[in-house]
């Protein structure tokens, strides 16, 4: 039942115990409602002081393994025994599915015992509807649907809803469809973001919202942005929605051509002084395209018809991007949070914890205002580096 301390191990002798018990309980070998030895037998048993086995006992509590009872013992609980699984759910997403929306997910998933089988799409995958009828054939019970850009899809969606399969649509949605959707206050965050630029003294603002431009959770933040803009007595100008400029659908790392040579033409003929990006790998791009318009003019004084470069940068990123330097304000989107309150409704609807009409849940965003600093570009050329 116990096993023997390595006296050769890297690990403490507490640690040590705390493993040996931890599997054991995990394992079945100490059922759930069960008394675990008393601390003094384990102590004997290993010979080890029961401070040791204590301190073992205190992580085995820290877990949620056990319940340590006054007078009578400590007992496993049976959060500590997962049990069978008793369903499958599938995650689709497109074009590429952020960790922490997946942590999010999949570890919902397993606290109400059901298994996560996922399929990452791009834009050309043209099996979506066999896909779907085989992960129905093979026991999947609902879908979260992570959409790409494509109104055709839909369809697809709505034969699962006639036929009564649970769909939650994650992040952003197809409107004609009347199912579950959860999603962030896009256009909210997005007012409050493009007002914090205004109330910097900024009064020529452009907005940059990349390849995606039909998906909802992109419309509502243009939304937001057009009506803070109102809001503030600021013209609405349809020039400054740079709608084709990163007209793109492959990774940034990845992309070619000379879109520098366009921003820089619509710098100089526009002159914003602060640019909203739809997301963070948009920002980047940006960054790299005005770091390139700064080196080729590094040569020579500087032309008076040369727009500024030190454009006030704002943006949507989730939490491990809000610190970048260059930033100068971002809406924090918890992508862990969106997959939990995503799986949990799923799951509540094949479960009939949930029932009625579809639901919007909306999950906040956070406003982070950054130092100004001198711009977007930092020293040495570094777009990953932070301000000091």
């Known amino acids: ?120 799409i791009d834009l050309g995958f043209k099996h979506l509807d066999t896909y779907l ?24 969606y709505q034969r699962l809803l006639n036929q009564g399969v649970p769909i939650v649509m994650v992040d952003r949605y197809y409107p004609q469809l009347e199912c579950d959707h959860v999603v962030y206050n896009n256009q909210e965050a997005s007012h409050r973001l493009t007002s914090k630029l205004i109330e910097r003294g900024h009064q020529t603002i452009a907005v940059l919202p990349g390849y995606e431009r039909d998906i909802t959770s992109v419309r509502d933040r243009l939304s937001g942005y057009r009506q803070a803009l109102e809001q503030h007595g600021l ?80 943006t949507f990123c989730n939490h491990s991007e809000a610190d970048r330097g260059y930033l100068n304000a971002v809406a924090v989107h918890p992508f862990r949070r969106l997959g939990q309150a995503s799986a949990k409704l799923l799951i509540e609807r094949i479960s009939g914890a949930a029932t009625g009409p579809s639901r919007q849940l909306v999950v906040p965003m956070e406003i982070v205002e950054l130092p100004s600093g001198d711009g977007p570009l930092p020293e040495g050329g570094d777009i990953f580096q932070h301000r000091k």
């Open 1 to 120: 039942m116990l096993g023997v301390l390595d006296p050769h191990s890297p690990f403490p002798r507490y640690y040590q115990i705390y493993s040996a018990l931890r599997e054991g309980i995990l394992s079945g070998e100490f059922p759930p409602g069960q008394a675990l030895p008393a601390e003094r037998q384990i102590a004997k048993a290993y010979g080890v002081a029961r401070l040791t086995v204590v301190k073992a006992f205190d992580l085995l509590e820290r877990d949620g393994l056990i319940d340590r009872q006054h007078g009578r013992g400590t007992f496993v609980l049976e959060s500590g025994q997962p049990g069978p699984f008793v369903g499958t759910i599938a995650l689709i997403g497109f074009p590429a599915i952020d960790r922490e929306l997946l942590i999010g997910i999949s570890q919902t998933a397993l606290e109400h015992q059901y298994q996560l089988q996922v399929l990452g």
């Open 133 to 156: 009828t085989a992960c129905l054939a093979g026991g999947v019970r609902g879908f979260l649907i992570y959409a790409r850009p494509l109104s055709s899809d839909a369809a697809i």
């Open 235 to 314: 013209t609405y100008d349809e020039e400054l929605v740079w709608l084709d400029l990163y007209d793109f659908d492959q990774p940034i790392w990845l992309l070619n051509g000379d879109y520098w040579r366009q921003l820089h033409h619509r710098l100089k003929r526009h002159r914003p002084t602060a640019v909203v990006t739809i997301n963070d790998s948009i920002a980047n791009r940006l960054v790299h395209d005005l770091l390139v318009i700064k080196s080729s003019h590094s040569t020579g004084p500087q032309s008076v018809a040369e727009p500024r470069l030190d454009l006030a940068l704002a």
